[in-house]
């Protein structure tokens, strides 16, 4: 029996598992840890949750890496994204008596391309998340499941979004209407849950444009900081009605689910495009404005577009970091008034900042337990897979 055999077979006799979820988004500014503990029934409970900061530096080079890196940086970077993720996991434990059995890490995006590519007359599409699986595991003295993306790409699907099967474990189970789960990172991404059928079901998937990346981009860009905090800012603005209807136009917006975007497509050459279209006398409030509306007007028309799939009103449940930006909440629940009530996913116990690293804990204990764990009305995969890949660890005898 191979060490992997073994570790499953030990796992898998246990009457409960502890998996660390861990997860840094398309922001690139930190890591989200969720330990969550899982029962022999398959339920799961939130042990704790932690957050560790990149340093300025640490976040200046995964910026780098993820605009452009070259053959050295693919290299280097998945060695040094893990050891970032093995400094995360010592201070996340430091001090804590419940620790994890085992990793399920995400890592860090920094290329996607769901739409195939031809080369030489073979169409080719993927997703590279830097993440050094065995070297995270050797630092951390655990087994690490890494790679998810790439199974359901595989089976033809955009690998993306992963997280809809952890929807349905987290929110959709306890609903008692359809739901709509939205994550706003740098991407803002949508889960959609009918329950017309008594079982709750994800009916769409699907990215719907920039959560904070462009913002996120223009404050740096001024040098006002990594981000607006609670958007203040932008809330002192007055839109450029005429940029963001500009804007709102990009192909990207009109496309059918499913579909998945990134900073290959939304990123500092869209903002300068945002940037012309608002011209010279816009203030930096104004072009903050603007950029949330994008956000928030983009993500309120994917909503109201549900109608064929859910039944109105809908429960709205935000998370990510664009959830802790009160102009956000607000502009969104004043867009969707009529057609949704809008929540945090706080109402179902799960901290805003924690649903995406649940998620991964979600997933990696799907992968445990052999189970298929893409979901196809949102990726797009012609067949459930298994995801994820597993790298051991044990002590030598």
Avoid at 42 to 51: A, D, P, V
Avoid at 275 to 294: E, F, H, N, P, Q
Wanted: one cysteine or more.
């Amino acid at each position: 029996m191979t060490l992997a055999e073994h570790l499953f077979a030990e796992l898998r006799s246990v009457r409960t598992i502890r998996i660390l979820g861990m997860m840094s988004g398309t922001s690139g500014d930190g890591i989200d840890g969720c330990l969550v503990e899982f029962s022999s029934d398959g339920s799961g409970r939130l042990l704790w949750l932690k957050s560790w900061s990149y340093s300025d530096a640490q976040f200046n080079r995964i910026q780098r890496l993820m605009k452009h890196a070259d053959a050295r940086d693919v290299t280097l970077g998945a060695s040094y994204v893990a050891e970032l993720h093995a400094a995360a996991f010592q201070n996340f434990i430091a001090g804590e008596s419940i620790l994890p059995d085992i990793i399920a890490v995400h890592g860090q995006t920094i290329w996607h391309q769901p739409e195939p590519i031809i080369w030489d007359e073979i169409p080719l599409s993927g997703s590279l998340q830097l993440m050094n699986g065995a070297l995270l595991a050797h630092r951390c003295r655990l087994p690490v499941i890494c790679n998810f993306r790439t199974a359901d790409m595989a089976a033809g699907g955009q690998g993306a979004p992963l997280v809809p099967f952890a929807d349905l474990q987290l929110f959709g189970r306890f609903a008692d209407r359809d739901q709509v789960v939205v994550n706003i990172g740098g991407m803002a991404n949508i889960t959609a849950i009918s329950l017309a059928d008594e079982l709750p079901k994800v009916v769409a998937a699907f990215d719907t444009g920039p959560g904070n990346v462009l913002m996120d981009a223009f404050m740096q860009q001024k040098e006002l900081g990594r981000f607006d905090v609670g958007g203040s800012l932008a809330a002192a603005g007055r839109t450029v009605t005429m940029a963001m209807e500009k804007f709102l136009q990009d192909p990207y917006f009109q496309l059918p689910p499913p579909k998945s975007t990134g900073r290959e497509y939304f990123n500092r050459q869209r903002l300068a495009e945002v940037l012309k279209y608002t011209g010279d006398r816009a203030g930096v409030a104004d072009v903050m404005s603007t950029l949330l509306d994008i956000t928030v007007v983009s993500l309120a028309d994917a909503i109201k577009k549900l109608r064929v799939s859910l039944q109105f009103p809908v429960e709205v449940l935000l998370a990510g970091g664009g959830a802790r930006n009160h102009e956000l909440l607000r502009r969104l629940r004043e867009s969707l008034h009529e057609c949704a009530d809008v929540f945090t996913t706080e109402k179902y116990g799960v901290p805003v900042m924690a649903r995406e690293a649940m998620a991964f804990a979600v997933l990696g204990h799907a992968f445990l337990k052999g189970h298929p764990a893409n979901v196809c009305e949102a990726t797009g995969a012609a067949s459930r897979t298994v995801l994820g890949e597993l790298h051991p660890f044990r002590l030598s005898a």
